[in-house]
């Protein structure tokens, strides 16, 4: 394939050429989903994992934690999420979507996709344990045990994480604090870009007067009235929903108390 012939190909898969500048690609611009899955995702030979629990349910099935065996034989805490049996394909390609997005982002506040299992059952996805789970229960269960300047290091953490994803050219509309996930050292990190559920499943949605679902409360009022989801409405959801809510968290001792 000549340069050219690259470059226009590159084209066509929704790739802009802004030579140095890399951007999200929307797998559903791919005329085959599974193609995307292929282009940003690795797949893991499932002899490497290790289920040890289940930790949560996910839309398409159960959440687990476990252990993956990297190629080094190191092994290192992952979550994987399972896609429960029974599904028709467009749940497969749904459930997929997710990694081909999360595949795409390489960020220190941005979940890291370990890769996924698809070439036999149950599929999976497998992402970076996050020790401390959600940040919303994470600030409930700590109400008073933080800091200033831990809370401010969250925040600024799910900022650069946010700012990376606007670079990317990537809006995740349904930015909240459930979606945050924080590890051991509480770095927090921005999570769920499965786009299928955001309206629908969202506990904080409600019909608008179009019959759209939208979470009323915490959107951009150009989303709720007509739908423009955008880096800025992006913004709005983490003013609304994470520095707000942050800076009523009671703050702990300090070392000077
Ligand atoms: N729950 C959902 N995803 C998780 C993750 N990556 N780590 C820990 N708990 C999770």
Redesign the pocket.
Same mark, same amino acid.
């Given at each position: 394939m000549t340069s050219e012939d690259k470059r226009r190909a590159n084209y066509q898969n929704g790739h802009v050429p802004f030579p140095g500048i890399k951007t999200y690609v929307d797998p559903d611009t791919y005329e085959d989903p599974t193609q995307a899955v292929h282009e940003f995702t690795k797949e893991i030979d499932p002899s490497r994992i290790r289920i040890e629990r289940v930790?949560?349910a996910g839309e398409f099935g159960e /959440?687990c $934690?476990g252990r993956l065996r990297t190629p080094g034989k190191k092994e290192i805490a992952v979550?994987i999420k399972t896609l429960k049996g029974g599904y028709v394909e467009r749940q497969r390609r749904d459930f997929l979507r997710e990694a081909s997005i999360m595949g795409q982002f390489d960020h220190p506040n941005i979940?890291r996709l370990e890769g996924v299992v698809t070439k036999s059952r149950p599929v999976m996805i497998v /992402?970076?344990?996050?020790e401390n789970? $959600?940040l919303d229960s994470f600030l409930r269960q700590h109400d008073g045990h933080f800091t200033v300047i831990q809370l401010v290091g969250m925040l600024r953490g799910i900022a650069s994480g946010m700012k990376y994803l606007s670079d990317m050219g990537y809006v995740h509309r349904d930015l909240a604090a459930r979606n945050i996930?924080v590890n051991s050292n509480l770095v927090c990190k921005v $999570?769920d870009f499965g786009l299928s559920r955001v309206l629908e499943d969202d506990p904080e949605a409600a019909y608008t007067t179009t019959g759209g679902k939208i979470p009323i409360r915490w959107t951009a009022p150009e989303a709720i009235s007509y739908r423009k989801f955008s880096s800025a409405s992006d913004a709005w959801s983490y003013a609304h929903k994470l520095d707000a809510p942050l800076k009523c968290v009671h703050v702990g001792p300090t070392a000077t108390d």
């Open positions: 930790i949560g /959440v $934690s979550a979940i /992402v970076e344990y996050m789970g $959600s996930l $999570s």
